[in-house]
Every structure is written in structure tokens, then in C-alpha cells.
């Protein structure tokens, strides 16, 4: 029911033409992967977003749509933070028990070892940080497009001239009715 008194109305057509012709939305229009489901956008990997113009880390750069910016984080440019290396496995025991290389070994690897704990410590606050901002950014700006596209992604790319039309001929029909009740009124 809606739909059928959407196409009586005339700003529905001239709407759908002016966000056309500003390009609002011309970006998603395009990118195959805002051709997908919600669920199937949302099952798509990072790797697999790397190809989509405005999905992933990928919308901040290439994707012109507005409000979109003012999702943006610096942290999502910024590369995963570098895991520290392991400090690989104790010196083997040797066979003589009173070497004294052994210990010096041994002190070694166990100062490698916590020195690893404090760097992995650090390092998953610092990964955490990155995830989360980087993620909340990604994310906040794909529901903004996601909204828009749900609500008027009809309007982001549609024949022009052909809305223009059907306006034309609303607005005649309309200017034809108003003329037919009033001659109607005049005759009575």
C-alpha cells in the first residue's frame, strides 16, 4: 500500500532525482559488495573487503559518502601492532651438572623469558586498543551507510530523465484534475 502511494506523490520523484544527480550514494550503487545481503556483507572477511569500495577500512579512502568522515580514526590507517618474537626454547641441559655455562645460559633465557612477558603484556593492551578503536570506526561508519542504503538506496542511482517523466506526467495529471473539478464546479 505504501508503495503504490509513494508513486503518487511528487517528491518522491524529484527526491530520487536530486540525490541521483549530487552523487550521495553513487559509490554504493557501484561497489558489489553493497549489491549483497546484510548477511552475506557480514559474513565477507577483512581480506575479502580489501576489494570493496565502501566496506572495511577500504570506506574512509575511497568512498564518498557523506557524514562518513566523521566516523574516522587515525588508528585505522595505523598497521596491526607487531607481536613481540618468543624467546624460543631453553638452552639445552647438559650432561655434566656443574657447568657453569649452563647457569649463565639459563639466566640468560630466563631474562629473555620475562623480558617476552612484559613485551606481550604491552603488546596486548596495545593490540586490544587498536581492535577496538579500529573496529568501533569501521563499524559506526558502515551503519551509517548501511541506514541510508536500507532506507533510500532505491534513490542512489536511478534513471533521471525517467523520473522527470513520471513527475511530468503527476503533475499534469494533477494540474488535469484540478482543471476538471473546477470546470466541473463552475457548470454547477
Known amino acids: 500500500m505504501g508503495q503504490t502511494i509513494s508513486q503518487l506523490t511528487v517528491t518522491r520523484w524529484a527526491f530520487e532525482s536530486m540525490v541521483t544527480i549530487t552523487g550521495m550514494g553513487r559509490d554504493i550503487a557501484h561497489d558489489p559488495c553493497w549489491q549483497k545481503t546484510e548477511a552475506q556483507r557480514k559474513a565477507l572477511t577483512e581480506a575479502q573487503k580489501q576489494s570493496c569500495q565502501c566496506l572495511g577500512a577500504n570506506l574512509f579512502r575511497q568512498c564518498n559518502f557523506p557524514g562518513v568522515r566523521d566516523k574516522y580514526d587515525p588508528v585505522v590507517d595505523q598497521p596491526e601492532p607487531k607481536k613481540p618474537a618468543e624467546p624460543g626454547d631453553p638452552p639445552p641441559q647438559p650432561d655434566n651438572p656443574f657447568n657453569t655455562t649452563y ?34 570506526a569501521i563499524a559506526s561508519a558502515e551503519a551509517l551507510i548501511s541506514r541510508f542504503q536500507r532506507n533510500q538506496g532505491a534513490a542512489f542511482n536511478v534513471n533521471v530523465l525517467g523520473h522527470w517523466g513520471k513527475l511530468g506526467l503527476l503533475i499534469g495529471g494533477m494540474l488535469g484534475l484540478l482543471l476538471l473539478v473546477q470546470a466541473r464546479k463552475d457548470i454547477h
Open 103 to 136: 647457569r649463565d645460559d639459563l639466566k640468560t633465557y630466563t631474562n629473555k623469558v620475562n623480558a617476552y612477558q612484559t613485551a606481550i603484556q604491552t603488546w596486548q593492551q596495545t593490540f586490544s586498543t587498536w581492535k577496538e578503536k579500529r573496529g568501533t
